[in-house]
């Protein structure tokens, strides 16, 4: 099944008009290499209209697991296809938000070092936190990955009132470092 | 409030079983950081004055959350009153000025990577403690702590990284630098921390007697640097600290006191 491409985006709130609350997971397969599925983060970067982080602490990590206004958090044991998942409560979502940015990284705190390019699957999709339907899934954006360590799977983001996500799929060679320095996040 | 709780709750007793939600009646529900404890050195005579500031006050300032949501916790106030640092920021951690807090950005991604300079022949011991109380040691001869599969601390030669992505299963961590000449006197030099960040903290090695406890007869070990995990970020301490006394003393003296030991020097390995 062929899933939405790089660059493509759906109209969520205007596909699910009552739709209030956004699971948006990923799935990879690292292919059993442990030193890869071990340091895999799913983040989440709450970002202003200058496409900025707001603040350090609405980075929403494992460490850091929900944005100081309750509206993201990281669900601790994702469940059902998904290797990782975040919870977005779009009502709590505060105006001086524009978009979430949805980022899976390589952690490269141990002695060794792996890339993106390792993984054999790597999927992106947003569910509907209410009923658990299934709204959107990328197309597997594993053979576009080489040297990266990072990328930005997706963004939720505002538009004309409501929400739309957008696959993303780009990759950073800098890694973590490359997409905080993208988005103005304090490392 | 959303997802499996109100779901289960607003459901109709006659609605069908809907096989497609089964995930949803089994989310785990997002957990705030563990908060640890800050355990104190247990002996350290000369703490400075930032010390107390580590106890930890539960209690978050009024008005400094916002309410509540059911199912989301708000994360617990980091400490006040100790400085952060940076990024790209070089800080020198001086007997005056010895802890930075860092954030919990910082305390999770990637790797705290420490580097001692020195000119003398020397070795870089990191005694750990994991979340679940256990306790153990990195050194030449064991650099992988508590394995090689997923290291938590690793050493090699100098250097070491303390994995951040495994920061939630770390409680604390101490750095000790010792002479390979037992009769040789303190470590000069200094020892480097880096963070994600390019973060820099420098803890210079002072090779005088200052700050001098134990026994003449025994190898003078320096206790530079420990780090503690308080509230989900990484609380880091220049200690200053010569302990002329076996290693097996020196980390006992900071409440590593889980270890078991082939001689006073030499940890039995794990």
Not at chain 1, 143 to 165: I, M, N, Q, S
Not at chain 2, 122 to 141: H, I
Request: with cysteine.
């Amino acid at each position: 099944m062929s899933g939405l491409m790089r660059g493509a985006n759906v109209a969520l709130t205007k596909e699910i008009p009552g739709l209030r609350t956004l699971v948006v997971g990923t799935a990879w397969d690292a292919g059993g290499e442990h030193a890869l599925d071990d340091n895999l983060v799913l983040a989440a970067i709450l970002c202003g209209p200058d496409g900025r982080a707001t603040s350090a602490e609405d980075f929403v990590f494992f460490q850091q697991v929900v944005s100081s206004d309750l509206s993201v958090a990281a669900v601790d044991a994702a469940l059902g296809d998904d290797t990782e998942q975040l919870e977005i409560d779009l009502d709590q979502v505060p105006a001086a938000v524009e978009r979430i940015v949805v980022v899976l990284y390589l952690s490269e705190g141990g002695p060794r070092r792996r890339t993106l390019g390792q993984l054999r699957r790597c999927v992106v999709r947003v569910l509907d936190g209410a009923t658990g339907a299934g709204i959107v899934t990328s197309e597997d954006l594993a053979p576009g990955f080489g040297p990266e360590t990072a990328v930005v799977l997706g963004e939720v983001y505002r538009h004309r009132g409501g929400w739309k996500f957008k696959v993303v799929g780009q990759g950073y060679a800098a890694g973590i470092v490359g997409v905080a320095e993208q988005y103005g996040l304090p490392l | 409030m959303s997802t499996a709780s109100t779901l289960l709750r607003g459901a109709p007793d006659t609605a069908p079983v809907r096989d497609d939600l089964g995930f949803l009646r089994r989310r785990a529900r997002p957990r705030a950081v563990a908060v640890p404890e800050a355990p104190a050195p247990a002996a350290a005579p000369d703490l400075p004055v930032a010390a107390p500031s580590l106890a930890l006050d539960l209690a978050p300032p009024a008005g400094a959350t916002p309410p509540a949501r059911p199912g989301r916790t708000p994360l617990p106030p980091l400490l006040r009153g100790l400085p952060g640092v940076g990024q790209g920021e070089r800080r020198l951690l001086s007997a005056d000025a010895p802890v930075v807090q860092l954030t919990r950005v910082q305390t999770g991604v990637g790797g705290l990577r420490g580097e001692l300079h020195t000119a003398v022949d020397a070795s870089v011991v990191v005694a750990y403690e994991l979340a679940d109380r256990t306790q153990g040691v990195v050194r030449d001869s064991q650099p992988y702590g508590p394995d090689d599969r997923r290291p938590v601390v690793h050493l090699a030669g100098p250097r070491f990284t303390v994995d951040l992505r495994q920061a939630r299963a770390l409680r604390r961590f101490v750095v000790v630098v010792r002479p390979a000449d037992p009769a040789g006197p303190a470590v000069e030099g200094v020892l480097v921390l880096t963070t994600t960040g390019s973060s820099r903290l420098e803890i210079p090695l002072d090779p005088s007697d200052a700050g001098r406890t134990g026994a003449a007869a025994d190898r003078t070990s320096t206790v530079a640097l420990t780090g503690h995990l308080v509230r989900g970020a990484l609380v880091l301490r220049a200690e200053h600290a010569r302990q002329v006394r076996p290693l097996r003393d020196a980390l006992a003296a900071y409440g590593y006191r889980g270890l078991s030991w082939r001689d006073a020097d030499t940890v039995l390995a794990g």
